[in-house]
């Protein structure tokens, strides 16, 4: 059975960092693309960042206003994917699940709606 599974998240202060895992299993990690998405409280869940399978190269993409704060990288030996997100700001409060698209698709893509499989998400709180 397919199942991914988000940690890491929890109450850091403005400025501060935290890496989030999603560890995976039931399925060859490298085979599927996977994405980071973040849902505020009232919001639309939105793609934050998200790779590409190994046929696909590894290829990372990231939301443009993201660039440069957030880290996606994939440990194949481990069954996780984390990502880094540094200079964190009140505005990243949300909670952030991982995903996995289809098997027979090697691109990813920042688009919650192309996904398959949902992990229960970790919840991120910014806060003084």
């Known amino acids: 059975q397919l199942q991914l599974v988000e940690s890491g998240g929890g109450l850091v202060q403005p400025g501060g960092s935290l890496t989030l895992s999603c560890t995976t299993s039931g399925f060859t990690l490298d085979d599927y693309a996977i994405g980071w998405f973040r849902q505020a409280p009232g919001k639309e869940r939105e793609g934050v960042s998200c790779i590409n399978t190994s046929r696909g190269y590894g290829t990372t993409y990231y939301e443009d206003s993201l660039k440069g704060r957030f880290t996606i990288s994939r440990d194949s030996s481990k069954n996780t994917v984390d990502l880094e997100v540094n200079n964190l700001s009140p505005e990243d409060t949300a909670v952030y699940y991982c995903?996995?698209?289809?098997?027979?698709?090697?691109?990813?893509?920042?688009?919650?709606?192309?996904?398959?499989?949902w992990g229960q998400g970790t919840q991120v709180t910014v806060s003084s």
């Open positions: 995903a996995a698209r289809n098997v027979r698709l090697n691109l990813c893509r920042l688009s919650p709606e192309q996904y398959d499989f």
